[in-house]
């Protein structure tokens, strides 16, 4: 008889031995990466759900108005605004606005973030250009604000040039990078 119903204090690897399944459990070694974490099939297939889950949800940038007929605040889409326009339309000439956001997500669920430049022309925010997660890093400066080094562009650009959604680092790739608390670190432009 298995004793499966009965309480004990049994590990997982006294379980997978009782049901034959000893030669699937193999302890860990080494440091999780993104590349090994990528090829165990469940974290892959649950970062894709979750990417595709709120890849598909639309995305509306809202301005609130206040309404005189009825004295009080109204919310409209702010279809005008860069944000609404990039993250709901179109963000660059290459990816549709499903295939941008699922991409983000997929980097945050993975590497503990995820990153894009904006490009701006005339003062005005033309696209989004997604950065992989292995070419940027973050680091704090002493007046709290945020520094990124983007490595594909060798250069540095400041949060107010940038698209950034930080996580959890599960993957450890980075260094923790702490909270800003300066007051506008995260803000929408």
């Known amino acids: 008889m298995l004793k499966l119903f009965r309480k004990s204090r049994m590990n997982i690897e006294a379980?997978?031995?009782?049901?034959?399944?000893?030669?699937?459990?193999?302890?860990?070694r080494g440091m999780v990466t993104d590349e090994t974490a990528l090829s165990i099939t469940a974290v892959f297939c649950a970062a894709r759900v979750i990417a595709e889950g709120i890849g598909q949800m639309p995305v509306r940038v809202v301005k609130?108005?206040?309404?005189?007929?009825?004295?009080?605040?109204?919310?409209?889409?702010?279809?005008?605004?860069?944000?609404?326009?990039l993250l709901a339309v179109r963000p660059n000439e290459w990816q549709t606005?499903?295939?941008?956001?699922?991409?983000?997500?997929?980097?945050?669920?993975?590497?503990?973030?995820?990153?894009?430049i904006k490009n701006v022309v005339?003062?005005?925010?033309?696209?989004?250009?997604?950065v992989r997660?292995?070419?940027?890093?973050v680091e704090q400066l002493s007046d709290w604000s945020l520094a990124?080094?983007?490595?594909?562009a060798?250069?540095?650009?400041?949060?107010?040039d940038l698209s950034h959604r930080q996580g959890r680092d599960l993957c450890q790739r980075r260094a923790d990078?702490?909270?800003s608390r300066h007051p506008h670190a995260g803000a929408v432009d």
């Open 15 to 28: 379980l997978a031995a009782q049901l034959g399944l000893s030669a699937m459990i193999k302890p860990a």
């Open 64 to 85: 609130e108005e206040f309404d005189r007929a009825s004295n009080l605040p109204r919310l409209s889409v702010a279809r005008d605004h860069w944000a609404h326009r």
């Open 97 to 116: 606005a499903y295939e941008f956001r699922e991409g983000m997500i997929f980097n945050a669920v993975l590497a503990g973030g995820a990153l894009a």
């Open 122 to 130: 005339n003062g005005r925010v033309v696209e989004l250009l997604p």
């Open 133 to 137: 997660p292995n070419q940027w890093t």
């Open 148 to 152: 990124v080094r983007v490595t594909m």
């Open 154 to 160: 060798d250069g540095t650009y400041s949060r107010f």
């Open 177 to 179: 990078v702490p909270k």
